[in-house]
């Protein structure tokens, strides 16, 4: 999935990207349209001090929600909301081994934010995830951000999907782009 922040159009997007393979830096554009920040908070329950860790991404790589009828929306939140609980985390402060929560926030917003779902699994065995995701044309992420200063950079439009067809060892992959208001189908 490609959505596009609100803020700007698709033309812009598409003469940078374009532009981008004119430029010597191509690595400054590409970080420049799709870059993001993810932010790790660990709060010590023994101290209550907090630590932080920022990971960069080029694409929000999420689960596929346990539901039979399941929406990116489920995804995002699964991935953001879930407790992730530390056993054994020894706390830099106090330096006191502890069981702990990590809780994930976005601390920058790419231009153009790029979503992958995990459909294949290969452990224990070998299969494709084929459930059902539904996704909006429209797609806000202001519960997941970490600071009221992204407020008005949190909102997307979808641009584009890649739809995969087939099994784990072999398929097809189908795009469907859109320009000007039209989508078309790209195989």
């Not at 830096?25 to 932080?52: P, R, V, Y």
């Not at 920022?54 to 929000?60: R, V």
């Not at 200063?149 to 999907?161: F, I, N, T």
Request: charged share 25%.
């Amino acid at each position: 999935f490609f959505f596009f922040n609100d803020t700007a159009t698709t033309e812009i997007y598409t003469e940078q990207i374009v532009g981008s393979v004119r430029c010597v830096q191509e690595t400054a554009c590409i970080d420049n349209l799709f870059t993001g920040m993810i932010t790790s908070k660990i709060i010590c329950s023994n101290c209550g001090h907090i630590s932080k860790a920022h990971d960069p991404f080029l694409d929000l790589s999420l689960p596929v929600a346990k539901k039979q009828k399941s929406s990116i929306q489920d995804s995002l939140s699964s991935f953001f909301n879930e407790d992730k609980v530390i056993e054994d985390y020894r706390c830099e402060k106090c330096e006191q081994q502890t069981k702990t929560q990590r809780n994930l926030s976005l601390s920058k917003l790419p231009e153009v934010l790029v979503i992958h779902f995990k459909r294949f699994k290969h452990y224990p065995s070998n299969i494709k995830i084929s459930d059902q995701v539904s996704y909006p044309l429209k797609l806000t992420l202001q519960e997941y951000i970490e600071e009221e200063s992204l407020k008005d950079q949190c909102k997307y439009k979808l641009k584009a999907v890649c739809v995969h067809s087939g099994t784990i060892s072999n398929g097809h992959y189908v795009s469907f782009s859109q320009r000007r208001n039209k989508w078309y189908m790209f195989n």
